[in-house]
C-alpha cells in the first residue's frame, strides 16, 4: 500500500476479513476490534442476504467491525463493490468509532445501506450488535 494511504473505514459485515468480499478489502488493520461510538441498527435483508447498517443514530447497538486504513484506489475498489452510484444500495458517510477495549474514538468512513434499499426488503435478522461468520453461515445469499 502507498504512503498515501489516508483514509479509514470502518467495516462491518462482508468487507470484513474472512468474510465473503474480504477480496475487495486490502487495507491495513488498525488495530483490532472497533465498534460505533453511537447505537445503529444492522440488518440482514434481501435475496443476498446482505448486513445493512441504517443511518439511525441512536437505534439499534454500537455496532462492531474492523477499522482499516486504505489508499484512494482501496476506496473506489470499495465503493464499487457498495454501488454508491445507485441509491438503492450503499451511502459513504462519516461515523465515529472507538476500540472495543478501550481508547481513543476516530473518525473513518462507513457504508450505511440506504433507507430506500430498506424499504420493502425483507429482514431475516436484526436489528444486530454485530454481523459474524455464524450469522452469514445462517443466512446464505439466494442463487439466482
Given at each position: 500500500?502507498?504512503p498515501?494511504?489516508?483514509?479509514?473505514?470502518?467495516?462491518y459485515g462482508?468487507?470484513?476479513?474472512?468474510?465473503?468480499?474480504?477480496?475487495?478489502?486490502?487495507?491495513?488493520?488498525?488495530g483490532?476490534d472497533w465498534?460505533?461510538?453511537r447505537?445503529?441498527?444492522l440488518?440482514?435483508i434481501g435475496r443476498?442476504?446482505?448486513?445493512w447498517?441504517l443511518?439511525?443514530?441512536?437505534?439499534?447497538?454500537?455496532?462492531q467491525?474492523?477499522?482499516?486504513?486504505v489508499?484512494?484506489a482501496?476506496?473506489?475498489?470499495?465503493?464499487?463493490?457498495?454501488r454508491?452510484?445507485?441509491?438503492?444500495?450503499?451511502?459513504?458517510?462519516?461515523v465515529?468509532?472507538?476500540?472495543?477495549e478501550?481508547?481513543?474514538?476516530?473518525?473513518?468512513?462507513?457504508?450505511f445501506?440506504?433507507?430506500?434499499?430498506?424499504?420493502?426488503a425483507?429482514?431475516h435478522a436484526g436489528p444486530?450488535?454485530?454481523?459474524?461468520?455464524?450469522?452469514?453461515r445462517?443466512?446464505?445469499p439466494?442463487?439466482?
Amino acid at each position: 500500500m502507498s504512503p498515501a494511504a489516508t483514509h479509514l473505514v470502518f467495516v462491518y459485515g462482508t468487507l470484513k476479513a474472512g468474510f465473503r468480499n474480504a477480496h475487495v478489502n486490502e487495507g491495513q488493520p488498525v488495530g483490532r476490534d472497533w465498534a460505533t461510538v453511537r447505537p445503529h441498527p444492522l440488518y440482514i435483508i434481501g435475496r443476498r442476504r446482505l448486513p445493512w447498517l441504517l443511518d439511525r443514530p441512536g437505534e439499534g447497538h454500537a455496532v462492531q467491525g474492523e477499522l482499516v486504513a486504505v489508499d484512494d484506489a482501496g476506496l473506489a475498489r470499495m465503493d464499487a463493490l457498495e454501488r454508491l452510484d445507485d441509491p438503492t444500495w450503499y451511502l459513504r458517510r462519516r461515523v465515529t468509532v472507538a476500540p472495543v477495549e478501550g481508547g481513543a474514538p476516530r473518525d473513518a468512513w462507513v457504508y450505511f445501506g440506504s433507507e430506500a434499499g430498506f424499504l420493502g426488503a425483507p429482514v431475516h435478522a436484526g436489528p444486530l450488535p454485530a454481523y459474524t461468520r455464524s450469522l452469514e453461515r445462517q443466512h446464505p445469499p439466494e442463487s439466482d
